[in-house]
């Protein structure tokens, strides 16, 4: 006969195992489980947190000029938020969320300090490989604001629309001149600069500056190119300025 | 006042090299470095408690209940230590209702409360006969605790006795391997994880469990000697020596497998050693010094007192300095392997120094509470369920 | 005497082990119950003609629990390319503002490692956006910035390498997590329930990649989503959105054509410490070894 502390020992290490069954019936999350050992339910609660980050294309309604400008020129590739953005000021992106997409007031906040703001991606530093323009701040800038010389919308014009060259005076260019002229190139490099064959390169968006000289060399012979020569040699100096920013303002997709 | 008392929940490790962006805070503090601290102490004081009541070896005798309230004190402790370090510790139940068997951490929650379990049906069961004493005896509330705590039964016959002794024997032999599960799932933790170079080792487990057992062993020591002292009893000296040699025993064993770990270590001179050499001679150098210093001394110490064959009070008292010191030695083990590990980056290219705070749940202050803590719950036991040999007891 | 006391202690004997088997059989079935929850239990008695254990509940059926999202079409990979990566930090920013993850120095879904090789050195410099020095540079822990301090220095060679959580095939962070908050998806991203997650960082220990952190607003650990929920709508995560030299290539591995597949096909790729056996989701072009 079973002394009676153990009975009731028994009895109440029975009764700890039944609770034990009855929480893990009851406790776990009803999602739980269901696809493997986790709460279903949260890759739905994930899946559908908020998009704050908008496509550009969604401010073309808002700043139809500036939109027009900077899906032309090369800096298609920074997107908006990426100079319009206050840093560290959380509850101001809720206006850059466009989550009502009546918002007809969807303000990008002011792009911070330009000087600080563009060296960012384009400051000489270690690591940054050659491709990338870059300069040294100090003595480029002279300490002026980048936005005296550039439009930060499409940085190879200047504010007023002008190419920059690479001296770094502006100079005045016709593009509409340039765009009579290209009807030349059109037959290999394609009207818009992005030419069908393999064999012709793409001149669309190259930079202005480097057109110019790439043209220039094939007029002098230092670059030796029987077709090119003979274009080159076509096309008087104000010519090659011309076309070429009207290449360079092409866009490359 | 406020600006030198830092909040220690987020703080930014200052680093030398190349760490990872998000190794700048340490994620596991001071409260991780107690807690397999105080685990440690509760597989020591129970593996000499089951010295007597499985193996029946009379020498322990003296210590064996006090040894139980110990383990229950430290056991009750150890959770708290958990449950303060984590973001949400009202979801830790989670670990119950949905453990992810994959982990180590999702055993523990098994294995410890098994081992609660069992550790207070140990103690009921030793404790009973005074149990049933006491509730005849004492008046008031108290007279109602032990009341309860009788299940109703006075029943002390020889035939119940038996029982008992039978659960006590088995209770304590299956508590050996649950207390090296317990303590041995701490090591496999750091051991098992490939992320970090001074975690990954196979002896972790057995080094934890080891040091474990010394730490236990050495606070029982104190714990034995200091209560004697308060209530002027004398110590059982058959009991002290034999509480040497078992200390003797696993120091020895704990010794050699942690130079092993270095030694292979450093023979090995894998990729990350240079960070490694930095780590040692930089933040840990003084945990190294305690560990090694205070480890070597006492072994030197007790080795003396067995082959002397010392008694008396040279005995007591070389026997709780080497105690004194071989908890400094295990608890700035924990803070080499749980801190240390954290400050060799996973770049293997940098080394942090993490300096705890003050206040705050990760905090100096809150740690030593806890550990005080359960010293203060250990009195509160020895009171309530008295381990010296007052009532006859029929083992 | 002795024969009633064997009597009695063979019957005592008895009786305890049966008590004592009982018990242990009783938790061994609550241990094999835990395992499975009711609801699995009853799905898989709904479902016995299938061959699949179709889940019993409407809302997550086994195309995934999105709506007009099916996650067994998807293979999602993560390409980056460290010799276009011009250290522009515009990624870290465009990922804390789009996953709300704290604006300090210390916790990072996403960072940019910079190598710097000097003449004379074998080893390389490194540092990230996090280095004091660079935050120095910024003027502000949330303002992200490379500073310019090799500038008188002979540099031989330098790159940057962005870094992100790898996506693992084998996750040692979806092995470690107790209760199950972390879990890789059938369409290959490494997700974490915020409402589950108990804030042990056990997982931010086991990550090789130092790719998780402890959020200490929200007390549980974080990290990158592959932004989830902007994936399963047929859009790129914000940091591929805002790279703007296509440093970072995001797509389907199912689809041959996509950015993924071409990046793979198109360069000799690597992942990071392969020897871990994680099987990392991030295929990088252009690190050298030093890259850890």
């Known amino acids: 006969m079973v002394p009676k502390h153990i009975r009731r020992l028994l009895l109440i290490l029975g009764v700890f195992a039944l609770l034990f069954v009855a929480g893990k019936i009851y406790f776990p999350p009803k999602s739980f489980g269901v696809y493997g050992h986790y709460p279903a339910a949260s890759v739905k609660d994930i899946a ?19 939109y027009e400008t900077w899906s032309s020129g090369i800096h298609k590739v920074v997107k908006c938020q990426i100079c319009h953005t206050t840093v560290g000021m959380r509850p101001n992106m809720a206006s850059l969320a466009g989550v009502a997409s009546a918002s007809t007031s969807a303000t990008l906040p002011t792009a911070g ?8 991606c384009h400051e000489k530093i270690a690591g940054r490989p050659d491709y990338m323009p870059q300069i040294e701040v100090d003595s480029h800038s002279k300490g002026q604001s980048c936005t005296a010389c550039h439009n ?19 100079v005045t260019v016709d593009i509409a001149a340039g765009k009579k002229l290209s009807a030349t190139c059109a037959g290999c490099h394609g009207p818009e600069g992005v030419s069908a064959a393999a064999m012709f390169p793409n001149i669309a968006c190259q930079k202005q500056p480097y057109l110019v000289g790439a043209l220039t060399e094939y007029q002098s012979g230092k670059r030796g190119n029987p077709i090119m020569g003979g274009v080159a040699k076509g096309l008087s100096a104000s010519d090659i300025q011309n076309v070429a920013a009207y290449f360079a303002g092409m866009s490359c997709k | 006042m406020g600006a030198f008392m830092p909040i220690a929940d987020f703080i930014v490790s200052p680093y030398s090299g190349y760490v990872y962006p998000n190794e700048t805070v340490v994620p596991w503090g001071v409260l991780i470095v107690i807690y397999p601290y105080i685990t440690g102490l509760v597989a020591g004081a129970f593996i000499v408690s089951s010295l007597y009541h499985t193996f029946r070896m009379e020498s322990f005798k003296p210590v064996a209940r006090l040894a139980l309230l110990s383990a229950l004190a430290f056991l009750s402790f150890a959770p708290a230590a958990l449950l303060s370090h984590l973001g949400h510790p009202e979801r830790s139940v989670e670990a119950i209702w949905t453990a992810h068997w994959t982990s180590a951490f999702a055993a ?41 705590l009788t299940l109703g039964s006075t029943d002390v016959s020889e035939h119940a006795l038996a029982y008992d002794r039978k659960w006590t024997q088995v209770l304590a032999a299956v508590g050996i391997a649950a207390a090296f599960g317990l303590h041995g799932y701490v090591g496999f933790v750091f051991g098992s994880l490939k992320s970090r170079e001074w975690w990954s080792s196979d002896l972790m487990p057995i080094i934890f469990i080891l040091s474990a057992v010394v730490s236990g062993v050495a606070v029982l020591v104190l714990v034995y000697v200091v209560s004697s002292k308060v209530r002027k009893t004398a110590i059982d000296e058959n009991c002290m020596a034999g509480l040497a040699r078992v200390l003797w025993g696993f120091l ?46 006492p072994f030197a110490i007790v080795t003396m007192l067995l082959a002397r064959k010392v008694r008396g009070n040279a005995l007591i008292g070389w026997m709780s300095v080497s105690s004194v010191l071989l908890m400094s030695a295990v608890l700035a083990m924990r803070w080499n392997v749980v801190i240390g590990g954290q400050e060799l980056s996973k770049t293997a290219k940098g080394v942090l120094t993490y300096i705890p705070g003050l206040w705050g749940r990760e905090g100096v202050v809150w740690a030593i509470t806890l550990l005080c803590g359960s010293f203060v719950f250990l009195w509160i036991l020895a009171r309530l369920l008295p381990p010296w040999e007052r009532v006859r007891m029929s083992e | 005497m002795s024969e009633t006391n064997t009597c009695k202690g063979q019957a005592s004997r008895r009786g305890f082990i049966s008590l004592l088997g009982k018990m ?56 980056v390319d460290a010799t276009r990566c011009i250290g522009c930090l515009r990624c870290v920013e465009a990922c804390k503002v789009e996953n709300n993850v704290p604006f300090n120095a210390q916790d990072f879904r996403t960072w940019v490692e910079r190598y710097v090789y000097l003449e004379g050195e074998d080893k390389p410099r490194v540092d990230s956006q996090c280095d004091p020095v660079n935050i120095a540079a910024a003027e502000s822990a949330q303002d992200y910035r490379f500073s310019n301090r090799y500038r008188n220095e002979k540099v031989t060679k330098s790159f940057f390498v962005p870094k992100l959580c790898n996506h693992c095939e084998n996750p040692a962070c979806v092995q470690v997590c107790p209760v199950g908050a972390t879990y890789k998806t059938p369409d290959g991203v490494v997700l974490i329930d915020e409402k589950y997650c108990i804030g042990c960082r056990y997982c931010v220990q086991a990550c090789p990649y130092g790719a998780r952190y402890f959020n200490e607003e929200t007390q549980t650990t974080d990290k990158c989503t592959w932004c989830y929920h902007r994936i399963t709508k047929g859009l790129k995560p914000a940091c591929v959105d805002v790279c703007p030299v296509q440093a970072r290539v995001f797509g389907d591995l199912n689809d041959p054509a996509s950015d993924i597949s071409l990046f793979i096909r198109s360069h000799q790729i690597s992942v990071l410490k392969p020897w871990t056996g994680n099987g990392p989701h991030v295929f990088y072009n252009g690190i050298d070894g030093e890259v850890s």
């Open chain 2, 252 to 297: 020895l064993v704990t010794i050699v497998v942690e130079t092993l770990e270095y030694v292979e270590m450093f023979y090995r001179r894998l990729e990350g050693i240079a960070m490694i050499k930095q780590l040692i001679a930089g933040p840990i150098s003084t945990g190294i010094a305690i560990q090694a210093l205070f480890s070597l001394l």
């Open chain 1, 113 to 120: 300090d330009p000087l600080k703001l563009c060296v960012k």
């Open chain 1, 48 to 66: 559908e947190a908020r998009i704050t980050y908008r496509s550009p294309d969604s401010f073309s309604a808002d700043y139809p000029k500036e």
């Open chain 1, 152 to 170: 930060p919308h499409s940085p190879l014009f200047s504010s007023s629309g002008e190419p920059i060259t690479a001296s770094g005076g502006a």
């Open chain 3, 24 to 79: 242990c059989a009783t938790t061994a079935v609550c241990s094999g119950v835990g395992t499975v929850s009711l609801e699995s239990l009853a799905a898989a008695a709904s479902s016995a003609a299938g061959p699949a254990a179709a889940p019993a509940k409407p809302e997550f059926p086994v195309s995934g629990p999105v709506p007009e999202y099916d996650w067994t079409k998807h293979r999602w990979a993560f390409g």
């Open chain 2, 108 to 148: 523990f929650a098994y294995v410890a409360g098994f081992y609660a379990i069992l550790l207070v049906l140990e103690i009921w069961f030793a404790f009973r006969v005074d149990i049933v004493a006491m509730s005849q005896t004492s008046k008031g509330a108290l007279g109602r605790l032990y009341r309860i």
